[in-house]
């Protein structure tokens, strides 16, 4: 009997290690508590519209229960600087992230199935428009989730709420059981990192207007986004000024009247110029239109 009795106890025993080891992290899968956010940011006006990518309709919306598995991708350089889908600069060292439909900004968790690290990203952008793929990373995201030489990788991502106004990335965990690799990636402080600079006010329209942009052949698979198109050259120069260096004014003959479209590229592929369209549309130009390709 007592033999009976002890035996029950070290069982018990074992079981309360074992959940007291996930409450600490140690199972891949808990959930972690998500951040509070007393101050969220608005929902960028205009990026919750319907949009088109090669024939395909997306349609972003609000899903509380966003929980997805698939393949994760990242991007750096290319990028770096130039605005996102809500209007904020792209920071390849910070913790953000594209997504095709959720909200933006927004947060999400994200796990990596293979090494079970985890971190909470801020999404600011739209993208991947690659079949399998849920979600792209900034190369600071894909460092903290070890996807940085592999470039894509399976992980899980979940959707945990509205952004704050500033920030929200937040590495939250690695797994003890898959040690961090070396991913060649040049080391830089544990310190917070920067998540995105705020893109700058437009610059007011001044005269005289200076000389439109000189036009040039683009490849012929390239993508452009059309701001607008403007019976009035100085309008169109002042639309173009505002929209930067990218942007340059095309003459466009319709109906026996000449418009003056203007046009920001090109860009080598859809999703480069869909993340440029809800740039322009974060701008104040709700009817962007993607053209070409």
């Known amino acids: 009997m007592w033999a009976r009795i002890l035996r029950a ?21 808990a959930p972690l508590k998500p951040p509070v956010v007393t101050d969220p940011a608005p ?18 919306k ?4 966003y929980d997805e598995v698939g393949q994760a991708s990242w991007y750096g350089s290319y990028h770096h600087g130039r605005s996102t ?5 792209f920071d390849m060292n910070g913790l953000t992230a594209a997504h095709k439909t959720l909200p933006l900004p927004s947060l999400v968790e994200v796990t990596n199935r293979a090494n079970g690290r985890r971190v909470i990203l801020r999404v600011n952008d739209r993208g991947p428009f690659v079949d399998g793929r849920i979600i792209d990373l900034s190369r600071g995201a894909a460092e903290e989730l070890g996807l940085l030489n592999q470039g894509v990788g399976e992980v899980r991502v979940r959707y945990v709420g509205r952004a704050p106004r500033q920030g929200g990335g937040t590495p939250m965990q690695r797994a003890e059981a898959a040690p961090a690799r070396n991913d060649a990636a040049p080391s830089r402080d544990a310190g917070p990192r920067p ?7 437009p610059a007011p329209a001044q005269a005289p207007a200076p000389q439109p942009v000189q036009s040039y052949a683009a490849p012929a698979a390239a993508y452009w986004v059309q701001a607008g198109a403007y019976s009035d050259r100085r309008g169109a120069d002042r639309v173009a000024r505002r929209l930067g260096d990218r942007a340059s004014i095309q003459n466009l003959d319709r109906d026996g009247r ?4 203007v046009v920001v590229g090109p860009w080598p592929d859809a999703t480069a110029a869909e993340r440029a369209r809800q740039a322009v549309i974060a701008r104040g130009f709700s009817d962007a239109l993607l053209i070409g390709g």
């Open 43 to 60: 929902i960028v006006s205009g990026t919750m519209r319907p949009y088109q990518i090669r024939g395909r309709w997306y349609h972003p």
């Open 9 to 29: 106890a070290m069982v018990a025993a074992a079981f309360s290690t074992l959940a007291a080891c996930a409450s600490l992290g140690g199972g891949r899968e």
């Open 85 to 89: 889908s809500t209007g904020e600069r």
């Open 258 to 261: 000449t418009l003056f479209r």
């Open 195 to 201: 998540y995105y600079e705020v893109a700058p006010a």
């Open 62 to 65: 609000e899903q509380p229960n």
